[in-house]
């Protein structure tokens, strides 16, 4: 039997505490100095991580001109490996690159298995 992690985000209580996630990460990216926005990203990130209990959460640098995507930022669940930033995830994952940069739609994986 399969055990699943419910969703914080499926009761009134999840919804009000992930509309104070987001209000906090933009109140904390918007008033960090510019010389500590890199780490109010990260911080905005292990935060994400936290509420959806991911393994991992990151942001990438796009220049979709060249067909490259690297991370900008990201944050790991205890014991998961980092990803080097700089692997070009475009050429690594050509249809999630595609999906994503060029169609402008979601790609979801809730399990790599």
């Known amino acids: 039997m399969a055990v699943t992690k419910p969703d914080p985000r499926d009761d009134g209580e999840g919804r009000l505490n992930f ?13 960090a100095p510019f010389d500590r926005a890199d780490e109010e990203i990260n911080r905005a990130l292990a935060q994400v991580l936290k509420f959806f209990r991911l393994d991992r959460c990151a942001l990438l640098r796009v220049n979709q001109d060249r ?4 991370i900008s930022h990201a944050c790991y ?7 080097p930033q700089d692997i070009n995830l475009a050429d690594l994952f050509p249809w999630h690159y595609r999906q ?13 298995s």
């Open 19 to 31: 509309e104070t996630l987001i209000t906090d990460i933009s109140a904390g990216v918007v008033q």
């Open 77 to 83: 669940a205890e014991g998961v490996e980092p990803v």
């Open 100 to 112: 994503l940069v060029e169609k402008g739609q979601p790609v979801l994986v809730p399990r790599i």
């Open 67 to 70: 067909g490259v995507a690297h």
